[in-house]
């Protein structure tokens, strides 16, 4: 198809009969930066027939569930986006396998809501779970504090499928914990970023929730002292979530003013008492704890913190010893994983070339480190020509350009936007 | 068995590489290179025409190169401990081992990493950062000997994955020597990944990307302490349904092993470790975590136990009783050497509320095929090792013995499980790939396999069937070590 036929008009034309005319739709809000169509197929045998269509035509196609990941990653968008929406079953939950799977297009909200009677979750916790659909999650890499102790969708991630190049219907894993028959396809498509094809279904492994969770914060007057005695507690005692807030960020979460490290902690009724009575011991008497409905909402607080005032996030990556030199260079508002090796940075530039040369500096620091930084917010104001990824060395660059041709030889998955303009 | 295919390794070659190498790192008489015939899947055997043993990537790069410019298949091999024929040379002439690169070149506690060489041996890393509180955590039984590089191409686990998770969960970066003899440093010390999860892709890819040189490890921080339990059951029913029920009441062990009555009666004729000879079926379990809870922790699994049918529960009193326990159960599988002339390991996964179904189906299977077979496995994650006793000087039960493994698999299938859990497909399962991935799957995985391989010379004829092919194996595996 010339380009010219790639308007709204015919591609709903091209796609009506495959998903019926009234599941196509035009694009709002977030979606507006991903797609000029929206295509809502029910199942992955309609999203296998959509993909054939696109590569036929080479129109490209953008996965969507919320629309969060590619609106923040796409320069423009794509000619449709495959909304999940239709496609949000969750399929199975075995409570005794500890295992669940679900469609695309549920959300975490939905799938912890299932596991709630039976005292389980999947502890991966990104910013509003009832926006975060389970493709998105694991082709967008989101995560939350408690992956210090649970890992993140490539650790949990047991199973998945997905449509890929010829409307291949592939999948990898399976519902058992523990599976080393053929290639990992779940760490291929993990962090994706719908580039290799369209997510159709997860499938994870879930834990206990904890009977008791506690938070402990303590301030500082300077960042150095929190890393160290964040270091120090996460050697003392298990623990489920460890941060680092700059002043800024701390006063944001409801804290006072000041750098403050934040650590959570749980489990059993005697596992709780027991750190409630040692933290201290290792932190000082002048620590604060908090429990029960307290530390839940404290935890949401910590999960879904956005800090609004700011033009840009980014998201560092070093180890976690590196981290704090990093950031030493940014100042102002961070909020950093102390335990994981990663932060996330929020810029209050207005100014695009200020931006750059912030991004600029920080990579060259991160890559000393054998790090990187991406920035995973942005205003369309400064979207611009910003690099959204660092870019690898040329090795693996090689070889990531070589896994998009073999998954994606009609250049139709979400295309333009990865690392190395993939 | 297949031959070593028509290399095209001439004089010319090996002195090209006897130049790279040296002299004392390269083997080519026939009587040296049988010791590399096989790994701990010894049925097959098939030794490389040349065996090579480089110090370093650099000296890989080079060699890969000649081979690459040459197109010689070639075989990496660790430690020669796999399980499945991972490093069996199946039209591969030249072997490549990576035994002497065994440093561990960097550990760092405050990020808790440690960066290796890919032929430093498993237990080696425990060993080295134990003193300051920290362990790598998968622990396969051949932990002793097995490699970081072998267990990365394996993607292994062993009994304290439980709760730690398996080899891929702890690689966070590295540097792998492609076929071409392009070095490759993937992922790294940071978490995040940038990009494709390359490093994620190679991991569990059984040798068939290139040879890993290099690997960054996550460190894991010692438990203050542990208690491990013996609980002791008249059949493995019972036994089963307890695993189910710890789990169930929200509680993840470090580890949860099953012997059954055959491998109780092993071990105790081997090493009188103290085994109740009469039992049919004992679980070790073993907590660990905060010493203040652990005591609770452990009434309460000794109370679900006894409520599932348990007839005693044993808590190991101190370090060396909790030794004891753990020393049965890794040389459960020495021990069965005693029973029988030989023996086939399966390793199968089924969901956790399956045990006692697929238990009762191993069970009709050996009584249908007339055969012996024992289960010691890692309970808490379903994955199962049913140990298949048989004679290869009797021919009819040879056979017997690789079709009750088959079918043994076929049912872990059908109960929606897995053909392996962490020995890998290799040469072994190869045929059984199809149970489990349709022909667009396999397409795709080696799709996959030739990012990193075009000519698929890493490896050849392992993990994925060729089309149309049908891999003949001639008969089970036996004495091996898991």
């Given at each position: 198809m010339p380009p010219a036929l790639h308007d709204p008009a015919n591609l709903a034309r091209a796609f009506a009969p495959i998903v019926g005319e009234a599941n196509l739709r035009p694009p709002s809000g977030a979606e507006l930066r991903c797609a000029k169509l929206m295509v809502a197929p029910s199942s992955a045998d309609e999203i296998a027939e959509v993909v054939r269509g696109c590569e036929?035509?080479?129109?490209?196609?953008?996965?969507?569930?919320?629309?969060?990941?590619?609106?923040?990653?796409?320069?423009?968008?794509?000619?449709?986006?495959?909304?999940?929406?239709?496609?949000?079953?969750?399929?199975?939950?075995?409570?005794?396998?500890?295992?669940?799977?679900?469609?695309?297009?549920?959300?975490?909200?939905?799938?912890?809501a299932a596991m709630a009677a039976h005292g389980q979750w999947l502890p991966i916790d990104p910013p509003r779970p009832e926006l975060t659909a389970m493709g998105a999650m694991v082709a967008g890499a989101r995560f939350g504090p408690s992956r210090l102790s649970e890992g993140t969708a490539r650790d949990l991630l047991i199973g998945v499928r997905f449509a890929g190049h010829g409307g291949r219907l592939v999948h990898g894993g399976g519902r058992v914990v523990k599976n080393v028959a053929g290639y990992d396809l779940m760490k291929v498509m993990t962090g994706s970023f719908g580039t290799l094809g369209i997510i159709t279904e997860t499938t994870f492994r879930v834990r206990p929730r904890a009977a008791r969770r506690l938070v402990a914060t303590m301030r500082f007057s300077d960042a150095a002292s929190s890393f160290r005695a964040a270091r120090t507690l996460h050697d003392a005692v298990p623990l489920t979530h460890l941060e680092v807030a700059s002043p800024p960020v701390a006063a944001a979460l409801g804290l006072a003013e000041e750098f403050t490290l934040i650590a959570g902690c749980g489990g059993s009724p005697v596992e709780a008492d027991y750190l409630r009575a040692r933290i201290p011991e290792i932190l000082g008497a002048n620590c604060a704890i908090a429990g029960g409905a307290e530390a839940d909402a404290f935890h949401h607080r910590l999960r879904d913190f956005d800090f609004a005032a700011s033009s840009a996030e980014l998201l560092a990556a070093t180890a976690p010893a590196e981290l704090p030199a990093l950031l030493a260079e940014v100042g102002g508002a961070w909020l950093a994983f102390a335990g994981s090796g990663v932060a996330r940075i929020f810029l209050n530039l207005r100014a695009a070339g200020g931006l750059d040369r912030m991004v600029g500096a920080l990579r060259t620091r991160a890559r000393d480190a054998r790090g990187h930084v991406r920035v995973s917010r942005i205003i369309p104001e400064l979207r611009g020509g910003i690099e959204i990824f660092d870019r690898p060395a040329a090795p693996a660059m090689n070889l990531m350009r070589r896994m998009k041709t073999a998954f994606d030889p009609s250049g139709v998955f979400n295309p333009g936007c990865f690392v190395g303009g993939l | 068995m297949a031959s070593s295919g028509n290399s095209a390794l001439d004089s010319a070659a090996v002195a090209e590489l006897r130049a790279i190498v040296g002299d004392d790192a390269i083997v080519s008489r026939p009587t040296e290179l049988k010791v590399y015939e096989c790994d701990g899947w010894t049925i097959e055997k098939s030794a490389p025409e040349l065996l090579l043993r480089p110090r370093s990537a650099a000296e890989i790069s080079a060699v890969l190169k000649v081979l690459h410019r040459r197109e010689i298949p070639f075989v990496p091999r660790g430690a020669g401990t796999g399980l499945s024929g991972g490093c069996l040379p199946v039209g591969a002439p030249v072997m490549i081992c990576t035994s002497r690169m065994n440093r561990i070149l960097a550990i760092d506690y405050a990020s808790r990493r440690v960066e290796v060489e890919s032929g430093v041996v498993n237990l080696h890393v425990t060993n080295a950062v134990r003193e300051r509180g920290f362990f790598y955590a998968p622990d396969p039984s051949s932990q002793m000997a097995c490699t970081i590089g072998g267990n990365i191409a394996e993607n292994s686990g062993g009994p304290h994955t439980l709760k730690y998770g398996v080899t891929t969960n702890h690689v966070l970066g590295l540097e792998i020597v492609l076929p071409d003899g392009e070095i490759a440093e993937l992922g790294g010390p940071a978490?995040?990944?940038?990009?494709?999860?390359?490093?994620?892709?190679?991991?569990?890819?059984?040798?068939?990307?290139?040879?890993?040189?290099?690997?960054?490890?996550?460190?894991?921080?010692?438990?203050?302490?542990?208690?491990?339990?013996?609980?002791?059951?008249?059949?493995?029913?019972?036994?089963?349904?307890?695993?189910?029920?710890?789990?169930?009441?929200?509680?993840?062990?470090?580890?949860?092993?099953?012997?059954?009555?055959?491998?109780?009666?092993?071990?105790?004729?081997?090493?009188?470790?103290?085994?109740?000879?009469?039992?049919?079926?004992?679980?070790?379990?073993?907590?660990?975590?905060?010493?203040?809870?652990?005591?609770?922790?452990?009434?309460?699994?000794?109370?679900?136990?006894?409520?599932?049918?348990?007839?005693?529960?044993?808590?190991?009193?101190?370090?060396?009783?909790?030794?004891?326990?753990?020393?049965?159960?890794?040389?459960?599988?020495?021990?069965?050497?005693?029973?029988?002339?030989?023996?086939?390991?399966?390793?199968?996964?089924?969901?956790?509320?399956?045990?006692?179904?697929?238990?009762?189906?191993?069970?009709?299977?050996?009584?249908?095929?007339?055969?012996?077979?024992?289960?010691?496995?890692?309970?808490?994650?379903?994955?199962?090792?049913?140990?298949?006793?048989?004679?290869?000087?009797?021919?009819?039960e040879t056979r017997r013995a690789i079709e009750a493994g088959r079918e043994i698999l076929r049912a872990c299938v059908a109960m929606g499980g897995s053909l392996t859990g962490e020995h890998g497909i290799g040469v072994e399962k190869m045929a059984e790939m199809p149970l489990i991935f349709s022909p667009d799957d396999l397409i795709v995985m080696s799709e996959l396999r030739r990012v990193f391989d075009p000519e698929q010379r890493a490896n050849p004829n392992k993990v994925i069937p060729a089309p149309g092919s049908c891999v003949e194996v001639a008969a089970p595996r036996r004495q091996v070590v898991l």
């Open positions: 036929s035509d080479r129109i490209t196609l953008a996965p969507i569930g919320a629309g969060r990941t590619l609106a923040e990653i796409r320069s423009a968008p794509a000619d449709i986006g495959i909304s999940l929406a239709r496609m949000n079953r969750i399929v199975a939950y075995e409570p005794d396998d500890m295992t669940i799977v679900a469609e695309a297009g549920a959300t975490l909200a939905e799938l912890d | 978490e995040e990944r940038l990009g494709y999860d390359l490093a994620g892709a190679i991991v569990g890819a059984e040798g068939t990307a290139g040879i890993v040189t290099r690997a960054i490890l996550k460190l894991t921080r010692e438990p203050e302490e542990r208690r491990t339990l013996l609980a002791i059951f008249a059949g493995v029913g019972a036994a089963t349904r307890t695993v189910s029920a710890i789990i169930s009441a929200g509680v993840i062990p470090g580890a949860i092993e099953m012997m059954d009555r055959l491998i109780i009666e092993a071990v105790e004729d081997a090493f009188h470790a103290g085994l109740p000879r009469d039992a049919g079926a004992v679980l070790i379990i073993e907590l660990d975590g905060i010493a203040a809870a652990l005591d609770a922790q452990a009434a309460e699994v000794a109370e679900l136990a006894r409520a599932a049918g348990a007839r005693e529960v044993r808590l190991a009193r101190d370090e060396s009783e909790r030794a004891a326990l753990w020393k049965a159960r890794k040389r459960a599988f020495g021990a069965v050497g005693r029973l029988a002339p030989n023996y086939a390991t399966q390793d199968g996964v089924v969901p956790r509320t399956r045990l006692p179904e697929i238990l009762r189906e191993i069970a009709a299977i050996a009584e249908r095929y007339s055969l012996k077979i024992g289960n010691v496995f890692h309970a808490g994650d379903g994955n199962i090792h049913p140990i298949v006793l048989y004679d290869e000087r009797d021919a009819d």
